[in-house]
């Protein structure tokens, strides 16, 4: 939806995925227009006894397949 809407709008936007983020920074902060670096923070996962769960790919759509290839998941 953002995508539709920033492109039928005319507007600006910097696609990236929150596991990219710290090391795009300064990408994000030129976009910003942020003149000062930005500094990342190390991980840290603060949920207690935290599990990964693997993806369910049969809920998947072809749609939300494409989707994710698209976006480097």
């Known amino acids: 939806m953002i995508e539709r809407e920033t492109s039928r ?3 600006p936007y910097l696609r990236i995925r929150l596991e990219d983020v ?3 920074l300064d990408e994000v902060a030129k976009f910003l227009g942020i003149k000062e670096g930005l500094n990342p923070r190390p991980p840290a996962n603060l949920k207690l006894m935290y599990r990964a769960r693997p993806a369910l790919d049969r809920f998947l759509t072809p749609e939300l397949t494409t989707m994710a290839k698209r976006y480097g998941y």
């Open 22 to 24: 710290d090391g795009r």
């Open 9 to 11: 709008l005319g507007l």
